[in-house]
C-alpha cells in the first residue's frame, strides 16, 4: 500500500531523470521531446471576415449550409443588395442597409435590425428587435414577442420557407416552428396618431425576397418548416376549437399532416389562428384539461406537446375532431379536442400556460 501511495504521489525512490524538469541537455544537443498536446490546446482559427458582410452595393452575397454553423454574423452598410445565409447562426446584427433583400438562417438567439431603411427580410429566431428603422417588410418566425423601438411602417408576416435541410438547422438553433410570434409585435415608442406597424397582404412572398439563383427553395405553405397561421388577421370565422397532439416515442410527426388535411381542404372553411409547442407535467395536464387531463398524464412525460387553434365556422370542432382521427389512424397518437361549448375557456386556458411557462 505503501508502495502504491508512493507511485501516485510521487514519492519513494524514482529516479530524478524521470523529472523533466531536472533533465538537462548536454552542450550542443537539442531537446527533441514532444510536449504532449491537449484538446484544448487545438482550436480552429476564425477569421471575422467569413462572418462580415460589409459595404456590398448590387450585389448578390451567400453563405451556403455549414459556413457559417453557428458562429455569430454581422451585415452592415449594404446598399441595393441581395444576401442569402442559409446556415444556422447565433446572433446576427444588420446595420446601416438601404434597399436589401435578405434570407437570414435559423438564429439561436437574437436578431438585431439598427438603423436601416427599404429592406425586405426573412428570419427565423428566438428573439427580434429593430431600432431607428423605417419601411422593413419582415417575414418571420419568432420565438418570443418582437420588439420594435423608433421604428416606423414595419409590416410582418408569418415565415413560410423550405430548403433541405432546414428542419435540422431549426433544431441546431433550438427553434420551435409551432412557437411563432409574427403577428404581435411590442412596440417600445407606440404611435397616437398612425401604427408604427402593421400586417403584410397574403402575397406571394418570393416577390418580397427572390430566391437565390443557385440554390433550390419553396415559399409554399405545403412544405414550410413553420405552419402558416393567420394571427391577429381578420378571418371569417364564428367558432373556434383548439386541438392538442401528444408525442408519440418524443415525436411529432403528425401535426403537419393533420395541418394539411383541415386547413388545405378547400371543401373546409377553416384557418389556423396559432399555436404553441410547451411542456407539460402531469399535473398540468390536470390543470389545463380538467378531467380529460388524466387520459394524458403519461403522454405528456414523453415529451413537449403542441396545440393549434383553429377557427371556422359553427361545425369548426367536428371537422377538427375528424380531422384529428383521420391523421392518427393507425398509430398510437393521443389527442384532444376541445368540446364545442367549452372552446373558448380551453384555448385561454392552454395558451395562457403555454405563455407563463415561456416566460419563466
Known amino acids: 500500500m505503501g508502495a502504491l501511495l508512493s507511485l501516485c504521489f510521487g514519492g519513494g525512490h524514482s529516479s530524478s531523470s524521470n523529472n523533466k524538469d531536472d533533465v538537462a541537455n548536454k552542450p550542443g544537443e537539442v531537446n527533441t521531446t514532444k510536449q504532449p498536446q491537449y484538446s484544448w ?31 455569430q ?38 436578431v438585431f435590425i439598427r438603423d436601416c431603411t427599404d429592406c425586405k427580410i426573412i428570419v427565423a429566431c428566438q428573439q427580434f428587435r429593430t431600432r431607428d428603422c423605417r419601411d422593413i ?14 421604428s416606423i411602417g414595419m409590416r410582418f408576416a408569418c415565415y413560410q420557407y423550405f430548403y433541405e435541410g432546414l428542419d435540422s438547422q431549426f433544431i441546431s438553433a433550438r427553434i420551435s416552428p409551432y412557437n ?25 412572398l418570393s416577390q418580397l425576397v427572390p430566391p437565390h439563383p443557385d440554390f433550390e427553395v419553396s415559399y409554399s405553405p ?43 381542404d378547400q371543401e373546409t372553411v377553416v384557418s389556423l389562428r396559432q399555436t404553441r409547442q410547451v411542456t407539460m407535467g402531469t399535473q398540468d395536464a390536470d390543470r389545463v384539461f380538467g378531467d380529460a387531463g388524466k387520459s394524458f398524464g403519461a403522454a405528456v412525460e414523453k415529451g413537449p406537446v403542441v396545440g393549434l387553434e383553429l377557427v371556422g365556422n359553427s361545425e369548426v370542432s367536428r371537422i377538427c375532431k375528424e380531422a384529428a382521427k383521420a391523421a392518427t389512424k393507425g398509430t398510437d397518437a393521443l389527442y384532444y379536442v376541445s368540446p364545442e361549448k367549452a372552446a373558448l375557456a380551453d384555448i385561454d386556458q392552454f395558451i395562457n400556460y403555454c405563455d407563463m411557462h415561456m416566460s419563466v
Open 73 to 110: 454574423f454581422i451585415i452592415q452598410d449594404c446598399i441595393d443588395s441581395r444576401i442569402y445565409l442559409f446556415d444556422h447562426i447565433a446572433t446576427i446584427s444588420i446595420d446601416d442597409c438601404r434597399g436589401c433583400c435578405l434570407f437570414v438562417g435559423p438564429v439561436k438567439g437574437s
Open 222 to 264: 405545403d412544405t414550410s418548416v413553420v405552419p402558416l397561421t393567420t394571427g391577429s388577421r381578420l378571418v371569417p370565422s364564428s367558432s373556434s376549437c383548439l386541438v392538442v397532439f401528444f408525442p408519440v416515442d418524443g415525436k411529432l410527426s403528425l401535426i403537419r399532416d393533420y395541418i394539411r388535411r383541415i386547413v388545405e
Open 137 to 150: 417588410d419582415i417575414i418571420l418566425c419568432c420565438n418570443t414577442q418582437p420588439i420594435i423601438e423608433s
Open 180 to 204: 411563432n410570434s409574427w403577428w404581435n409585435p411590442y412596440d417600445f415608442t407606440p404611435s397616437l396618431d398612425d401604427p408604427n406597424w402593421s400586417l403584410l397582404p397574403l402575397d406571394d
Open 41 to 71: 490546446d487545438v482550436k480552429n482559427k476564425i477569421d471575422p471576415k467569413d462572418f462580415t458582410i460589409s459595404k456590398e452595393e448590387n450585389e448578390t452575397c451567400c453563405r451556403l449550409p455549414g459556413k457559417i454553423n453557428g458562429q
